[in-house]
C-alpha cells in the first residue's frame, strides 16, 4: 500500500469498529482536525469503487471527533441527522482526506459539515446534526480500547 502523506499520524482514539475499518490517521494542528484513510479492497463495493456506507461512516467519525475533542475534557456527540453528496468517485487505493467544518456548537445541538478531498478535488460532502451528552463514562483517548 502506498505511503502515508506528511503529518498524519495514527488515529489518537480506537474502538473495535474502528480498527475494523481502518486504518484511519489524523493530523492535527492548533485549529483543524483533519482525517485521512487509504481506501482499500475491503472498502469497496462490488464495481471495486469505495462503498458509500464507508464514505458515510468516516464522514460521521469526522465531524464527530472533530467536535468532540475541540474542547477540553471532549464532549461526546450523537448523531441525529446525517446528509451525504457523491460527486465523484474514490478509487481503491485513493488517499482521502476528510476537512471538516464546525458551523456551530451550541449547549445541546451542533451542526458541522466536511468534504472528501482526492487529489486536490471533491468527491463527496456531507453535514450533520449532532446533539451533545453528559459524558457518564471515561472518553478513552491516546490508543485506549473502547
Known sequence: MADIPAGFEK??????????????????T???LVLGMRFEKKHGNSRGK???GMISTLADIAMGYTMA??????????TVSLSIDF?????IG???SVHVTVDRKGSSIAFAR???IVDNRTVARASGVFKTTKADFEF????EKT
Do not use: N, Q
Request: aromatic share 16%.
Open 30 to 32: 492548533d485549529d483543524d
Open 114 to 116: 466536511c468534504e472528501f
Open 50 to 52: 469505495a462503498h458509500g
Open 87 to 91: 460527486m465523484g468517485h474514490i478509487e
Open 69 to 78: 475533542f475541540s474542547e477540553t475534557p471532549p464532549r461526546p456527540f450523537l
Open 11 to 28: 488515529l489518537f482514539r480506537f474502538s473495535e469498529y474502528t480498527d475494523l475499518i481502518g486504518p484511519l490517521y489524523s493530523r492535527k
Open 94 to 96: 485513493d488517499w482521502v
Open 140 to 143: 478513552p483517548i491516546e490508543g
